[in-house]
């Protein structure tokens, strides 16, 4: 399998890009701010570019001057941030807040079933009484991990674990191994059982995450890697010319969208040179849709469990997208890791 190919300096200099206009975007503590930070870490961790945990330092100390905000699953994803900035500041205060968000996810967030938790947002008019959706795996399920194994705290590790098995459950299929967007469990179905791209993405990229967190010798580390194999193997078959994947797994003619490929590609490289010729197909397909300004373009819109297929179609795709700085910061980041590997 040959080596993948791409100039690191380029790589770096697209990431400093993307950074510099993610900071340009204004975020709420929210879930678009906690994957775009998200991505911001990762390429701190291989850059070692100390301004970018600046930037998020005041952002994060800025949002706390008024306490901490009202939790839910989806923004549980800014725990992520606050478990990086702890180990870059060493400040209790961060990892303090963390536990709290971890806290509330293990006692008191809706769940339904074995623990698996409903699907929540910020706002008051949004519910969806025992849904499981797919972003859960990365907002909270990989969250819990982190700080689980950061703390030694096998209470927060091993919920976060049920979340990974309760979501591969009700969301994966067993016919073609992609995952559904959302399970309704009062309804008994996946609702409109779609494939959605950036739902899969989720998926991908939290399991291959867990796989560098959980133990060898832990039972749950087989379940989660038969289930990442078995979906990276349906995925990979399911990329288009472009090096991208469609906003709807299955219809080639949805269109091709960004984070989600991100996600995806990113994956990939936990399986060290398996799937080099997808990821340098990838690497072209992503480069070409991040403007010179770092804007990254073709990005779905936030996307609630859609009626049908055409609904996925709809979503617009032309505004620039926290979480698809995030995700591209991913994979970009990714890339230079697996080359230093």
Not at 70 to 91: C, F, M, R
């Amino acid at each position: 399998m040959a080596k993948l190919e791409f100039n690191e300096q380029e790589i770096k200099d697209v990431i400093d890009k993307v950074v510099e206009r993610t900071f340009n975007m204004d975020f709420p503590w929210d879930w678009p701010g906690g994957v775009a930070f998200y991505g911001v870490t990762e390429a701190y961790e291989v850059t070692g570019n100390k301004k970018y945990m600046e930037q998020l330092k005041g952002w994060i100390d800025e949002e706390l001057e008024d306490g901490l905000p009202p939790l839910t699953v989806n923004a549980s994803s800014i725990g992520h941030i606050l478990l990086s900035l702890y180990k870059y500041t060493e400040d209790e205060k961060y990892l303090d807040i963390a536990t709290q968000m971890a806290e509330f996810l293990l006692n008191d967030a809706e769940r339904f079933d074995d623990d698996v938790l409903q699907h929540t947002v910020n706002g008051t008019k949004y519910n969806f009484p025992e849904q499981a959706w797919v972003d859960t795996m990365f907002m909270a399920g990989y969250f819990l991990l982190r700080i689980g194994k950061l703390l030694d705290r096998e209470d927060f590790f091993e919920f976060g674990l049920k979340q990974y098995h309760g979501h591969e459950k009700f969301l994966q299929d067993d016919d073609t191994d992609l995952y559904y967007h959302g399970w309704d469990n009062i309804a008994g179905n996946n609702m409109s059982s779609v494939f959605w791209g950036r739902g899969n993405s989720w998926a991908t990229i939290t399991m291959a995450r867990a796989l560098e967190l959980v133990e060898v010798q832990h039972p749950s580390y087989m379940a989660i890697d038969g289930s990442l194999r078995d979906q990276q193997s349906a995925l990979v078959r399911l990329q288009l010319e472009s090096g991208l994947w469609p906003t709807v797994l299955t219809d080639p003619e949805s269109y091709e969208e960004l984070s989600g490929s991100c996600g995806i590609a990113a994956s990939l490289l936990v399986r060290g040179k398996l799937y080099n010729k997808y990821i340098q197909s990838s690497i072209t397909g992503i480069l070409n849709n991040i403007k010179e300004d770092g804007s990254v373009m073709n990005v779905s819109a936030g996307t609630a469990v859609m009626n049908d297929t055409q609904g996925y179609r709809e979503v617009p795709a032309k505004r620039v997208q926290g979480w698809g700085q995030g995700l591209a910061l991913v994979f970009l980041a990714s890339l230079l890791k697996h080359r230093n590997i």
